[in-house]
T-cell receptor, first 111, second 112 residues
Framework: LAKTTQPISMDSYEGQEVNITCSHNNIATNDYITWYQQFPSQGPRFIIQGYKTKVTNEVASLFIPADRKSSTLSLPRVSLSDTAVYYC????????????FGGGTRVLVKP | DGGITQSPKYLFRKEGQNVTLSCEQNLNHDAMYWYRQDPGQGLRLIYYSQIVNDFQKGDIAEGYSVSREKKESFPLTVTSAQKNPTAFYLCASDLGGYYGYTFGSGTRLTVV
């Protein structure tokens, strides 16, 4: 399974854009990249998933370069309620592989 | 509304006792998972089941047991063999394929 590396923590301010980069150097051809958000004492929530290039939804954007060895989650104009832990997962669930959660990135949004 | 229900929200266990955590889903998902989360840490996979009457060990299965007799239910038993069971337990399900996981709200287990 592809191993991921992401920063342990990041601070930001309300209204700013937050970009979290995840490294996954040994990503396999069939692996997808998925990001989750977790608030304290709650289960993680699916944010976005992608395979290559750029994916955008109402919550975030996911940028994936051509070599797919990294990906960047972009949260536009964050608010205090975006303070959470963000996890990057890489894997091929369609092949029956289980996904592994790393330590995640703790994002603190300040007023 | 469809979702995953975990109960109880808080659970206290005495040393040497077995306890069972409930996980029920009405999403018609085939696969279900149990994760353990320790303070400030990521999630670690305990057991998972991709179909009824079948389940596989995850990365930290020792001291835990599961059953999958119905598609909707995937209970986790924390046995007395689990030496450090105090943690936050999360149940998840998914449709399979490339869909994301749906998580329950968790059960916080404390040994007293």
């Amino acid at each position: 399974l592809a191993k991921t590396t992401q920063p342990i923590s990041m601070d930001s301010y309300e209204g700013q854009e937050v970009n979290i980069t995840c490294s996954h150097n040994n990503i396999a051809t069939n692996d997808y990249i998925t990001w989750y958000q977790q608030f304290p004492s709650q289960g993680p929530r699916f944010i976005i998933q992608g395979y290559k290039t750029k994916v955008t939804n109402e919550v975030a954007s996911l940028f994936i370069p051509a070599d797919r060895k990294s990906s960047t989650l972009s949260l536009p104009r964050v608010s205090l309620s975006d303070t959470a832990v963000y996890y990057c997962l890489v894997g091929d669930k369609a092949a029956g592989n289980k996904l592994t959660f790393g330590g995640g990135t703790r994002v603190l949004v300040k007023p | 509304d469809g979702g995953i229900t975990q109960s109880p929200k808080y659970l206290f266990r005495k040393e040497g006792q077995n306890v069972t955590l409930s996980c029920e889903q009405n999403l018609n998902h085939d696969a279900m998972y149990w994760y353990r989360q320790d303070p400030g840490q990521g999630l670690r996979l305990i057991y998972y089941s991709q179909i009824v009457n079948d389940f596989q060990k995850g990365d930290i299965a020792e001291g835990y047991s599961v059953s999958r007799e119905k598609k909707e239910s995937f209970p986790l038993t924390v046995t007395s063999a689990q030496k450090n069971p105090t943690a936050f337990y999360l149940c998840a399900s998914d449709l399979g394929g490339y869909y994301g996981y749906t998580f329950g709200s968790g059960t916080r287990l404390t040994v007293v």
